[in-house]
């Protein structure tokens, strides 16, 4: 495995100490550093960064020691417009945001594991994508 690739929703989850989801997602990342390389994009970045004022306190929350920093491959974006593409043809609303299914392609690409909680949308349209999901 290349690494896991951490979805925000992971991070917000153990940042906001979330009533439901603290304990599942504070496991599940404790034992995702254990054996692999933890990785964020821009874009679970970006989805983190609206919990802090400044960019040095996000930045202290996702130590660049802890996560490596992986930029968005081309070919992400190409995969993850065909899967928002199908989706919305099946119906799916526009509030789904396209980059959740960027997220789910950088890590199909990459051959990374994807950890998130919502593993419902990524199972469907990254039937191969490895995940670690409840």
């Not at 992986?70 to 993850?80: I, K, N, R, S, V």
């Not at 417009?81 to 392609?105: I, M, Q």
Request: proline share 7%; glycine share 6%; hydrophobic share 45%.
């Amino acid at each position: 495995m290349a690494g896991v690739l951490v979805d925000s929703n992971v991070l917000l989850d153990v940042m906001t100490e979330d009533p439901e989801w603290f304990s599942w997602s504070s496991d599940a990342l404790a034992q995702a550093a254990e054996t692999d390389i933890l990785i964020i994009n821009p874009l679970v970045y970006a989805e983190v960064s609206v919990r802090f004022e400044r960019i040095e306190e996000l930045d202290a929350a996702l130590p660049p020691t802890h996560f490596r920093r992986d930029d968005l491959p081309w070919e992400a974006g190409f995969l993850a417009g065909k899967c928002f593409r199908l989706y919305r043809r099946r119906g799916g609303a526009r509030r789904s945001p396209l980059p959740d299914f960027y997220v789910g392609a950088h890590a199909a690409i990459r051959g990374h594991a994807l950890l998130t909680r919502d593993g419902t949308r990524y199972r469907t349209y990254f039937p191969r994508l490895e995940l670690i999901a409840p």
